[in-house]
T-cell receptor
Framework: GIQVEQSPPDLILQEGANSTLRCNFS?????LQWFHQNPWGQLINLFY???GTKQNGRLSATTVATERYSLLYISSSQTTDSGVYFC???????????FGKGTKLTVNP | GAVVSQHPSRVICKSGTSVKIECRSL??????MFWYRQFPKQSLMLMAT?????????EQGVEKDKFLINHASLTLSTLTVTSAHPEDSSFYIC?????????FGEGSWLTVV
């Protein structure tokens, strides 16, 4: 099946710093999403981005489908950004999501 | 507010007993829901696809007799962990698609003692 790899696995930042998270996938996809899982386990949908670039406040994401990768940018990070960021993909007509292993982000005050 | 609600959020049970977790879509009907399992510091792994009015589809390696899924209505799917053992302790989370968006429940922390 499709492989989804995220990097880095862990990231520690000082408040105010910027960061880039990467997601590589091994095959063509028709859907890619970025999620944030907070310390309580809740998954929040950040972006639905099978291709192109989207921005939402301090967050933005870019997916280059032809090169099979996506990037999540976090600018001016805040302590509330801490948590695990997951990339997940879908293929074909399936509704199943395949998740990467996540990037654990810690933002220190 | 949440559009997919999961209950209970935390449950502790004794080894050998069964535990039921509910997943409800609040503002939309969902013919398909998904159940995931997440071990500490690991990613989410799809367990099964819950299909309204028919049998669930289980992923390879998931015991269908241990993890019973029932999707009796368009807004409710249940996951029952039967004869639970400590190794079943995990975070279980469901999802459903509505308004062209995938929504996740709040998740359920299961601890088997």
């Amino acid at each position: 099946g499709i492989q989804v790899e995220q990097s880095p696995p862990d990231l520690i930042l000082q408040e105010g710093a910027n960061s880039t998270l990467r997601c590589n996938f091994s095959d063509s996809v028709n859907n890619l999403q970025w999620f944030h899982q907070n310390p309580w386990g809740q998954l929040i949908n950040l972006f639905y981005i099978p291709s192109g670039t989207k921005q939402n406040g301090r967050l933005s994401a870019t997916t280059v489908a032809t090169e099979r990768y996506s990037l999540l940018y976090i600018s001016s990070s805040q302590t509330t950004d801490s948590g695990v960021y997951f990339c997940a993909v879908r293929q074909g007509g399936s509704e199943k999501l395949v998740f990467g292993k996540g990037t654990k982000l810690t933002v220190n005050p | 507010g949440a559009v997919v609600s999961q209950h209970p959020s935390r449950v502790i049970c004794k080894s050998g007993t069964s535990v039921k977790i509910e997943c409800r879509s609040l503002d939309f009907q969902a013919t398909t829901m998904f159940w995931y399992r997440q071990f500490p510091k690991q990613s989410l792994m799809l367990m099964a696809t819950s299909n309204e009015g028919s049998k669930a589809t289980y992923e390879q390696g998931v015991e269908k007799d241990k993890f019973l899924i029932n999707h009796a209505s368009l807004t409710l799917s249940t996951l029952t962990v039967t004869s639970a053992h400590p190794e079943d302790s995990s975070f279980y989370i469901c999802s459903a698609t509505g308004f062209d968006t995938i929504y996740f429940g709040e998740g359920s922390w299961l601890t088997v003692v």
